[in-house]
């Protein structure tokens, strides 16, 4: 069954890090863009970060941009997202999402695969 | 940045009942948006890409219009396991893949 299962989440004061993690199984990772979305408790969808298959064009929100790393090891299947400086309102549930087409090598299409999502919570 | 809105915001409707939500881009985003479903504690679903395209398996009481800033997703009868919360996302114009704010759908 094609797989996604994050990782890495967990209870952080606010200014410290965390790093997140993302396997993926049954699917040829390498050909596939990559995306971090997340949400807050109660709240909507927020697009966070995304990569392409070849780490050739990396995106991210206005929100996380600076604090935020996305990165991939094709070699290891495995997705991440470096968080720093966090923030209270980091808090949410964090989920990486596959692009459906590995056409859209540059992350821009449609997500079709999703982990269950890793919580982040920034509190004092 | 292209801001998506979606109207409305929540809905109350009955299983049977052909249900309507619309999705709007602040600028064209040509046919480059995708649907979602999201139930509570679950990720989200892909229900339909490139505007219109449904993704495998979505049955096809889900449809979907549009181009250009003006998207709609029906579901012609609405069924018990479609009351969830619907997301549009643009990719025409990035950064950001915008989502839309979502709209609840209730009995």
């Known amino acids: 069954e094609v797989q996604l299962v994050e990782s890495g989440g967990g209870l952080v004061k606010p200014g410290g890090s965390l790093r997140l993690s993302c396997v993926a199984s049954?699917?040829?990772?390498?050909?596939?863009?990559m995306h971090w979305v997340r949400q807050a408790p109660g709240r909507g969808l927020e697009w966070v970060a995304s990569?392409?298959?070849?780490?050739?064009?990396?995106y991210y929100g206005d929100s996380v941009k600076g604090r935020f790393t996305i990165s991939r090891d094709n070699a290891k299947n495995l997705l991440y997202l470096q968080m720093d400086s966090l923030r209270v309102d980091d808090t949410a549930v964090y989920f990486c999402?596959?692009?459906?087409?590995?056409?859209?090598?540059?992350?821009?299409?449609?997500?079709?695969?999703w982990g269950q999502g890793t919580l982040v919570t920034v509190s004092s | 940045a292209v801001r998506l809105t979606q109207s409305p915001s929540s809905l109350s409707a009955s299983v049977g009942d052909r249900v309507t939500i619309t999705c709007r881009a602040s600028?064209?985003?040509?046919?480059?948006l995708a649907w979602y479903q999201q139930k509570p504690g679950k990720p989200p679903k892909l229900l339909m890409y490139?505007?219109?395209t449904l993704d495998g398996g979505v049955p096809s009481r889900f449809s979907g219009r549009g181009s250009g800033t003006n998207f709609t997703l029906t579901i012609s009868s609405l069924q018990p396991e479609d009351f969830a919360t619907y997301y549009c996302?643009?990719?025409?114009?990035?950064?950001?893949?915008?989502f839309g704010p979502g709209t609840k759908v209730d009995i």
């Open positions: 999402a596959r692009v459906r087409d590995p056409r859209y090598f540059d992350a821009a299409g449609a997500l079709d695969v």
């Open positions: 996302q643009q990719f025409n114009s990035y950064p950001p893949f915008t």
């Open positions: 600028q064209g985003v040509s046919s480059a």
């Open positions: 990569i392409s298959t070849s780490n050739t064009y990396i």
């Open positions: 049954e699917f040829t990772f390498s050909r596939y863009a």
């Open positions: 490139d505007a219109f």
